[in-house]
């Protein structure tokens, strides 16, 4: 085969600290790239077509100056190509823990195809060839039945300690966390309260059962929790402001599973003035990054969510762009909140 394109997108320039990546400044496309699929070197490793790749809004805290921050994630490289979890399709391999023809999951770069050399790789965390006997789509293995639908997941047994008849609030219920985490909350018997940012998320997240569901753009955050009575667990990945309306509607012996805080990814957060409240209501706050969860849960994970998500019984909705050209204005979608869904980005087909 001749050479063919092969298309990345790179992480350019750190965006100035509480301001939003800027497509074409901050992520640029480049397709001055080539490969020949059929020859390129593999080195023991194997070579793989990115079929597609999840936006998440982590992200946002990977594009930094590296001194500037204590280091829960690397860094984005300037001048680097962009990674995140990705599904791809195997074409060839060298390694014996692969074969042509695999679906696998992991970090890939944000490139058509790509060679895996290092064997550091096989062995990380979140490396995994994928079965899929249930036949869903691809995508949903970077959503739902990926890292976002594990942090929901792991953390939500490592921490709710929930009980039927629980209230719960839920925090960006719309999106790929937060609805698995609603869906979660109503199997266990719970009476969910969530929020979303628009009338359009706020009807999906009301068809996964919520009890209450409310646009906290256009309702009172704070009205709707004092009319719906104290809340037990709290899902929060906002932060700021809807973290201090929370400790005011908890009841004592609450449980706050710090998630997110994206209210301050962007921008300079807001610093609750009513933290005292964590100490004379004994509220349990539990922060936590899904990798270290990994290992408890992980095997439950697969054998448990994909079946109840090819059963229907657990719903996900999807925002699909398609190419890495879209990449940039992705990255930025989930950021603001305009994403309608989990937010990918379809590389190519098979
Ligand atoms: N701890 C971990 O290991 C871990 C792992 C994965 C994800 N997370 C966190 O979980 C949260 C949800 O992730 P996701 O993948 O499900 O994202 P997502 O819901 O697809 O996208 C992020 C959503 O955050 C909301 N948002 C954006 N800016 C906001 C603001 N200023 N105030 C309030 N809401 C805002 C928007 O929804 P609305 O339109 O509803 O506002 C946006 O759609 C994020 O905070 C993420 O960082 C944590």
Redesign the pocket.
Known sequence: MAPVRNARVVFNEVPAPNTFPEPGKTTVYDDSETIDPDTVPLNGGFLVKVLVLSI???MRGRMREPHLKPRIYASFRTHNTFTNFAVGRVLRSEHSAVKAGDHIYGHMPFQEYAVFADPAYLGSDVFRVLENKECLPWSAYVGVCG??GA?AHH?WHEFAHAKPGDTVFV?????????TVVQLAKAGGLKVIA????DE?VAFVKSLGADVAFN??TGDTRAVLAREGGIDIFWD??G?E?LEAALDAAKRFARFI??????A???EGYAPKNLTLIVGKEIRLS?????SLYHKYRDQFYKEIPALVAAGQIKYTEDKSVGLEAAGEAIV???????T???VIVVADE
Do not use: H, L, R
């Not at 929020?195 to 628009?198: D, E, L, P, T, Y």
């Not at 922060?287 to 990798?291: D, K, N």
């Open positions: 998440d809004p982590y890292m976002p942090t953390a925090t960006s219920a719309a999106g790929p966390v937060g609805s929020s979303a940012g628009s998320k906290y753009k990945n906002v700021g809807t710090e998630c997110g805080m994206i209210s990814y962007n921008a922060g936590f990054i899904v990798g979608a989930v950021q603001k909140g305009t994403n869904g989990k937010k």
